[in-house]
């Protein structure tokens, strides 16, 4: 069983930012591809990030310019500087992960291990 850990998140004004982390356990001779997601109400959840396991990263074209995906390899751990926030941005992000090659990183379908959650909020 792989759990995702992640922290981050909270309630802030337009233009503010944030990061989240997540972390996944460390396993011998275990790589993984990792990306974020997002889930606002009556939505479906959404690629926002991912980082493959040889540092290949992918954006949403809505986030493209303001957020940043990036890793500490050494500790298992993936990051996601939210700046720029806008209310459209509010939404549950989630943290994902995979032990096999990602086809579309931005798909949900692509991951097996999911993190808890964390409510991220942008006031107008």
């Known amino acids: 069983q792989i759990r995702l850990v992640e922290s981050g998140g909270g309630s802030v004004q337009a233009g503010a930012s944030l990061r989240l982390s997540c972390t996944a356990p460390k396993y011998p001779y275990t790589t993984y591809q990792m990306g974020w997601f997002r889930q606002a109400p009556g939505k479906e959840r959404e690629g926002v990030a991912a980082?493959?396991?040889?540092?290949?990263?992918s954006y949403a074209d809505s986030v493209k310019g303001r957020f940043t995906i990036s890793e500490d390899n050494a500790e298992n751990t993936i990051f996601l500087l939210m700046t720029s926030l806008k209310p459209e941005d509010s939404a549950i992000y989630y943290c994902?992960?995979?032990?096999?090659?990602?086809?579309?990183?931005?798909?949900?379908?692509?991951?097996?291990?999911w993190g808890q959650g964390t409510q991220v909020t942008v006031s107008s």
């Open positions: 994902a992960a995979d032990v096999s090659p990602l086809v579309r990183p931005l798909s949900p379908d692509d991951y097996h291990y």
């Open positions: 980082i493959d396991s040889d540092g290949e990263l």
